[in-house]
């Protein structure tokens, strides 16, 4: 069996948040679903759980920081093209997201763009070719 990851996501508003997530391109699985929890999944091996205040509580006693306002995570997913990168940043901005909070990145072998989900959580979006990345890269001088 593969490795897999799943993010928490505490959200302030459980249906925004998930037809957020399906307009970025994440499928809801109904089977980890509940009226407190949307299973969504970025591919068999990429899920983020976005989760009500409330539920989030259960799993930490820590307060619930607000992403909007500061930040404890940077998230990323890979594209397979550049196109593809922008085309994610714009469905998200087009779904109620900020597109590019953060300066894009641009190299000969790599392109990344970022966006902001309602909630404020931050996620880049990268395309690389790896072939072509420098062994020892120098990004500033690249």
């Not at 509940?34 to 409330?54: G, P």
């Not at 397979?80 to 641009?106: H, M, N, W, Y």
């Amino acid at each position: 069996m593969p490795k897999m990851i799943f993010v928490s996501l505490p959200v302030t508003d459980l249906k925004r948040a998930t037809a957020f997530y399906e307009a970025v391109g994440a499928v809801r699985n109904p089977q980890f679903c509940d009226d407190t929890t949307s299973c969504m999944a970025f591919s068999e091996a990429i899920y983020v759980m976005l989760t009500t205040h409330d539920k989030f509580r259960q799993f930490t006693p820590k307060p619930i920081a607000d992403a909007r306002i500061s930040n404890q995570v940077l998230l990323c997913l890979s594209a397979d093209t550049r196109d593809d990168v922008d085309d994610i940043v714009g469905k998200a901005e087009a779904a109620g997201g900020l597109a590019d909070p953060s300066p894009k990145d641009e190299y000969s072998f790599m392109y990344g763009r970022s966006f902001e989900d309602p909630d404020g959580h931050m996620w880049g979006v990268n395309w690389m070719d790896l072939s072509a990345a420098p062994l020892q890269p120098d990004l500033a001088s690249v």
